[in-house]
């Protein structure tokens, strides 16, 4: 029983370090493709950024545009290249983005408290697809800032849960904001490294 174990492991473990040869191979033919992404995952983590000063309703609609942008973006890079490693988690985070950004401009006015809620439960789900996103690129360069972007979102989802009565009219869009920066510079770190060694 206890061979099989071992054998059962080492299984996996080959398994995994094919999904990482993979993952690399892939972002080196790719690298392109990942750096627009993260540009544009800047670009919008800084328009959520401004957006606090606006009224509530307008806040909702404008995050629910950027992330329906966003998953937008995830959702057709994983379809587009559905052989990529990880394709589950990137397709479940551009679905994700999608039903959420959809809610929130279907629903400004359902009340900001109950939209926060549902962004924490967005950060929640969002941290632990992209810490399991990290450990498939564990022993690429930069896998760390995709660890970093995922034990953030869910830091955020714990703060706001924490404080959403007091802050839910302003803190949506600074750390949805902050959130997607973080990706978009990991992913444009990731990508320049692979741009280095093709």
């Known amino acids: ?42 670009l919008l983590g800084v328009c959520a950024m ?66 926060t809620m549902l962004m924490t439960l967005f950060f929640a789900f969002e941290g632990i697809a992209k810490i399991s996103l990290a450990i498939l690129m564990r022993p690429l360069v930069h896998w760390g800032f995709v660890l970093f972007s995922g034990i953030t979102a869910l830091a955020f989802a714990l703060v706001i849960l924490l404080t959403w009565s007091e802050t839910a009219h302003w ?6 904001g902050i959130n997607m920066i973080l990706l978009g510079g990991s992913l444009v770190k990731i990508s320049l490294h692979h741009k280095s060694v093709e």
């Open 50 to 115: 401004v957006i606090p000063q606006f009224f509530t309703a307008a806040i909702i609609i404008f995050l629910g545009w950027i992330m329906l942008l966003g998953g937008s973006v995830h959702l057709g890079r994983a379809l587009f290249f559905s052989n990529i490693p990880g394709f589950g988690i990137w397709l479940f985070l551009g679905l994700l983005q999608i039903v959420v950004g959809c809610l929130f401009i279907a629903k400004p006015v359902v009340g900001i408290l109950t939209i």
């Open 1 to 42: 029983m206890g061979a099989l174990t071992m054998n059962e492991i080492k299984n996996f473990q080959v398994e995994i370090q094919q999904i990482q040869q993979q993952m690399q191979v892939y972002l080196q033919s790719h690298w392109k493709l990942f750096l627009a992404e993260g540009i544009f995952f800047i």
């Open 171 to 176: 803190l949506l869009g600074v750390f949805l």
